[in-house]
Structure formats: C-alpha cells, structure tokens
C-alpha cells in the first residue's frame, strides 16, 4: 500500500461532506472516485462511484 493510505482523511475543515465516510462494500478501501453523470437519452442524472482498488462500480440515480 502506499504511504498516503495510512494518513488519516483530509478535508476541508468548511466542507458539509467531512461526517461521510464513503468506502467500498466489497474491498473496504476508502480509495473511492466519485463523478457526476448525465443520460442525455433518458434524461436521468446519477453518481457513480468507482473503487480505485478493486474496481467495484455503484450507479446510484438522483431524482430532483
């Protein structure tokens, strides 16, 4: 692992989103890549979440 795994989680001490913790459910790692999507065909806006470590996907749909 890298040396930057053991450092504790750094946020900014202003941001709302410091009381979520987002892991994986199938590895456990906090190495988590979060990005906004678009369907221009549906219409729909959803979150994917993508686990840097074991690759693990989450399409998590947001409905305004």
Do not use: A
Not at 19 to 27: A, G
Not at 40 to 51: A, I, M, N, T
């Amino acid at each position: 692992m890298r040396r930057e795994d053991y450092q504790p989680r750094r946020t900014h001490p202003d941001s709302p989103f410091r009381h979520f913790v987002v892991k994986c459910l199938q590895c456990d790692s906090l190495r988590i890549s979060v990005t906004m999507h678009y369907d221009e065909v549906s219409g729909d806006k959803y979150v994917l979440f993508l686990c840097r470590k074991c690759g693990e996907k989450e399409k998590m749909v947001v409905r305004v």
